[in-house]
Structures are given as C-alpha cells and as structure tokens.
C-alpha cells in the first residue's frame, strides 16, 4: 500500500452511489441528498466524481478500509448494478487486497440500498419478472463473503415510478436515520458473521508456484 497517499478520515459510512441519471431520478436523487450532510458518512457520488470511468484505486482502497459500512446505493438496471459502480468492484476489490490473501475489508458490512421500476408483486414466479427478488441478490452476497464481509439485510424500493409520495419520504427518512445510527440497528445481534472463503492458491492469478503444480498435476486454471 501507497503510504504517500493521504488516508481519508475515518468515518464508519463509506456511501457508493451510482444513477446514471440523477438529474431524472425520483428517489435515488433524494437518497443521496439525505444521506450527504450526515457527519460520519463518506459520500461518492460515482456518475460525478468518476465520470470518464476511472477511480483513483488506491484512494478508493483508503476510503474503503477507512469505513466499517460500505453502502451501494443505486437503481437497479438489469436485474444488477449501473456499471459503473459494477467497474468500481472490478478495479477497486483487488486480488491480495480485497481477497485471495488480502484481509482488507474483513469483518466490515456491506449494505445494499437499491430501487426497481417494477413493482414488488411482479417479481414472482407467476409474472413477467419471473423470479423472486432475492434471486438477484447472491453475486452481492458472494462478492461480500469472497472479501469476508456481511450482508446486511438489503433495503428496497420496488415500483419506484409509482409509489406515493408519502412511502418515498418515509423511506428516505428511514433510510438516513439508519445511516445516523448505524451500527445501533436492531437486527444487528442476530446477524451471523460471514462465512470464510477462502480461495485455494491454485485458483490464484500470478502464483507461479502454484501454477507449476498445476501444470504438473494436469489441472486446468481459468
Ligand atoms: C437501463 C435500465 C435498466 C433497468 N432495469 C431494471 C430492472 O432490471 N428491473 C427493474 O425493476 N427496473 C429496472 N429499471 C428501472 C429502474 O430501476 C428505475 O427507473 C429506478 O429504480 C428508479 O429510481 P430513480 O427514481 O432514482 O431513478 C431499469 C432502468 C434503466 C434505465
């Protein structure tokens, strides 16, 4: 790690944002307001602060481990993340850093905070988006265990095109009280620490070693 890099200061709430288009959203627009002026909350608005699609790493990394909650905050396109935020995982979780021997963000929260233009009832079996919402949600989990970290219980907002006025405002309320109080949130206790995963040497990028047994062995890499 770069020590000439100046570390952030510490604050528990490291927030990604990322909306392609702020300027027409309804909700995530007024997420991200609420949680803003908010003292222990560390705000990256991606669509603004990485426009041309290049993160600084290393400061990235520093936020990061400066944090103890990591909050992804974005609509939901495609039944996944805005891609920008989905390159932010690319470049940003590093092999040795984030995982694969790297411990960097081990024992922290991952908390996903996410809108569908569909509603909640069309996410079903029996309806156009064919599966539960929960079905889209193990690349989050796994990404999180991967890097030794919990999965907070997502907070959605489905049908956001539609919902009343009084059910945005409530949940953006919710949603910044939950940022103030955080990690004093309920359901905390009886959340389970995360699984270990960890990844054998084989499956390693650059480990020469274990590549030569590899070949030696006639074990395929990926
Ligand atoms: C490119 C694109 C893909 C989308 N994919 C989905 C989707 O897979 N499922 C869904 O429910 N809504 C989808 N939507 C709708 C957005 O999730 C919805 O517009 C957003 O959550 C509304 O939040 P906002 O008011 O902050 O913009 C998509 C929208 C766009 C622009």
Redesign the pocket.
């Known amino acids: 790690m770069d020590e000439s890099i100046r570390a952030p200061a510490r604050r528990p709430v490291y927030l990604l944002a990322a ?4 300027r ?6 007024r ?1 991200l307001q609420a949680a803003s002026d908010l003292p222990g909350v560390d705000v990256n608005d991606l669509y603004t602060s990485s426009a041309d699609y290049d993160f600084d790493v290393p400061l990235e990394q520093k936020r990061a481990e400066a944090a103890q909650l990591i909050v992804l905050l974005h ?6 993340m805005p891609a920008l935020m989905k390159l932010w995982f690319d470049e940003v979780l590093s092999y040795g850093w984030a995982y694969g021997g790297g411990t960097a963000l081990q024992g922290k929260d991952l908390w996903l905070v ?5 509603p909640a009832e ?2 079903h079996p029996g309806s156009y ?1 064919r599966y539960f919402f929960d079905a889209f949600l193990p690349p989050y989990e796994q990404t999180a265990a991967l890097c030794g970290m919990r999965f907070l219980p997502p907070m959605l ?2 049908g ?2 539609r919902t009343s006025e009084e059910e945005v405002a409530a949940h953006v309320a919710t949603f910044r009280e939950r940022l103030a109080t955080y990690p004093d949130w309920p359901e905390m206790a009886d959340m389970l620490d995360c699984p270990s995963c960890d990844v054998p040497a084989i499956d390693r990028p650059n480990d020469k070693s274990a590549s030569a047994a590899a070949d030696e062995s006639g074990v395929r890499r990926r």
Not at 75 to 80: D, F
Not at 114 to 118: E, F, K, L, Y
């Open positions: 909306h392609p288009n702020l027409e959203s309804r909700v995530n627009r997420m609509p939901i396109q495609w039944y996944s996410a809108t569908t233009g569909s069309s996410y988006n907002l489905h956001a095109h």
